[in-house]
């Protein structure tokens, strides 16, 4: 099933575009028209105007003939001719249907043509990167082989989004063999970050985050996509159960989530524990940021909305309708975790008044915590902090956030506080964004 909604953009956009042309220029003089087709060719040539090319397929000669015909009937014909109206409409009907299917060209130098898009089982296309309806199951230095929420078919993603193939899981990892020694890729080694998204967000929010550990820890970034709207949370962990299989070289695992990712480590923590197989002895040590870990209490509050349950799909009503049931089947991570909490947030919506807008700080608590840290930042500010860039790398090569004094574990014998809790009678500390100081 191709998915529809992403196109719903381009569909409407090429509608105004038809109603425009039959209805929003009589007035003007035919020399302006002519003068206005002649530049929207151009504009068309130069790839700005992708909703107009009908095909992919179609050669680029062709395209700009179909244009030139749908311009040239308007602009140097009168409306109340009946058969250039019949054809025109006929035109752009076409235009129209075509754009639900419209990609951007593949980009290629002159006079040389990609080999794969001489094939007819694959054509190399430009790719949204997966958005909410791709999971991957493969991760290798921007690569990824993904596999579709709806129709479960795989494809293989370059470093720039484009597919090189398509079709079973053996499929695409014998595409990725060859074009791996074409490309003469490095191997995975040392050590290997993986970062994890939240609800309804794509991964595009954690390369930044990724870029740093990268630049100042000398990691290697494993930024997994999943469709965190269209599927449950175990179907979550299993996807990341297949990229953490897929590692090998890789001698040392951290993790930095956020928000739900960090729900997803947890269930697939708890699947890999009643494995066979166990837990991964390469895992080193994790953070977490807002992550909901007793629940979300402004989630719960939308449990009886069907557009809440629409959008954010499975795994919202997991935290919204079924968490006294799911929390059962989260686990505990057994080695070194931080957590850090946002509060600048306001939300009429939590209970608590100390929140990042969407989750509350003791929401956040999870008894075992090495640190503990909140931070005067929103929830959707954290990845991309600079001072809680730095807490994070921090924490995964020492295993503190600001120092080893100032260090605040969550013991796992502590009663953890929810909503429903009375208010807090420890102190809880709050790390200002400037000199470390507690």
């Given at each position: 099933m191709l998915p529809r909604l992403l196109r719903i953009f381009e569909f409407f956009a090429a509608v105004l575009v038809l109603v425009w042309f039959l209805f929003?220029?009589?007035?003007?003089?035919?020399?302006?028209?002519?003068?206005?087709?002649?530049r929207c060719c151009q504009r068309h040539n130069s790839g700005r105007l992708v909703f107009l090319q009908p095909f992919p397929l179609f050669p680029a000669a062709a395209r700009h003939k179909l244009i030139q015909l749908l311009f040239g009937q308007i602009c140097s014909q009168r409306y109340n001719n009946s058969m250039n109206c019949s054809r025109i409409v006929f035109i752009a009907c076409?235009?129209?249907?075509?754009?639900?299917?419209?990609?951007?060209?593949?980009?290629?130098?002159?006079?040389?043509?990609?080999?794969?898009?001489?094939?007819?089982?694959?054509?190399?296309?430009?790719?949204?990167?997966?958005?909410?309806?791709?999971?991957?199951?493969?991760?290798?230095?921007?690569?990824?082989?993904?596999?579709?929420?709806?129709?479960?078919?795989?494809?293989?993603?370059?470093?720039?989004?484009?597919?090189?193939?398509w079709g079973t899981l053996d499929d695409c990892l014998g595409r990725f063999d060859v074009l791996r020694k074409e490309k003469r890729l490095e191997p995975i080694a040392g050590k290997v970050?993986?970062?994890?998204?939240?609800?309804?967000?794509?991964?595009?929010?954690?390369?930044?985050?990724?870029?740093?550990?990268?630049?100042?820890?000398?990691?290697?970034?494993?930024?997994?996509?999943?469709?965190?709207?269209?599927?449950?949370?175990?179907?979550?962990?299993?996807?990341?159960e297949q990229v953490i299989k897929r590692l090998d070289g890789a001698t040392r695992i951290d993790f930095v989530c956020h928000s739900l990712g960090n729900l997803v480590v947890r269930r697939y923590l708890a699947r890999a524990a009643e494995s066979e197989s166990g837990i991964d002895p390469r895992f080193g040590r994790m953070v977490m940021l807002g992550p909901p870990n007793q629940g979300a209490c402004f989630a719960r509050n939308f449990e009886?909305?069907?557009?809440?349950?629409?959008?954010?799909?499975?795994?919202?009503?997991?935290?919204?309708?079924?968490?006294?049931?799911?929390?059962?089947?989260?686990?505990?991570?057994?080695?070194?975790?931080g957590i850090i909490a946002g509060t600048k947030g306001v939300n009429p919506y939590i209970d608590q008044l100390e929140?990042?807008?969407?989750?509350?700080?003791?929401?956040?608590?999870?008894?075992?915590?090495?640190?503990?840290?909140?931070?005067?930042?929103?929830?959707?500010?954290?990845?991309?902090?600079?001072?809680?860039?730095?807490y994070v790398l921090r924490f995964?090569?020492?295993?503190?956030?600001?120092?080893?004094?100032?260090?605040?574990?969550l013991r796992a014998n502590e009663q953890v506080q929810n909503q429903a809790a009375q208010p807090a009678t420890v102190e809880r500390p709050v790390i200002p964004l400037g000199p470390v100081s507690r």
């Open positions: 929003g220029r009589k007035k003007l003089k035919r020399a302006q028209r002519r003068k206005e087709a002649k076409l235009l129209v249907c075509g754009s639900l299917f419209a990609v951007e060209p593949v980009p290629f130098q002159v006079g040389e043509m990609p080999v794969e898009a001489t094939r007819l089982s694959n054509v190399v296309m430009r790719t949204w990167g997966g958005m909410q309806f791709w999971s991957d199951e493969m991760v290798f230095r921007g690569w990824r082989i993904q596999k579709n929420a709806y129709s479960e078919h795989y494809r293989l993603l370059d470093d720039q989004n484009y597919r090189r193939a970050v993986i970062t994890l998204h939240g609800l309804a967000r794509p991964r595009s929010v954690m390369e930044g985050l990724g870029e740093y550990l990268e630049k100042n820890g000398n990691y290697t970034p494993v930024n997994v996509s999943y469709a965190s709207t269209r599927q449950s949370l175990d179907e979550h962990a299993r996807s990341l009886s909305n069907k557009v809440f349950h629409l959008i954010c799909g499975p795994s919202g009503k997991e935290l919204a309708c079924e968490w006294n049931t799911f929390e059962k089947q989260l686990a505990t991570p057994g080695f070194d975790f929140n990042d807008i969407f989750v509350g700080v003791d929401e956040t608590k999870l008894p075992g915590a090495r640190d503990f840290l909140t931070c005067n930042l929103m929830h959707g500010e954290m990845m991309d902090d600079p001072k809680c860039q730095e995964l090569q020492e295993g503190h956030f600001a120092s080893e004094q100032a260090r605040q574990p």
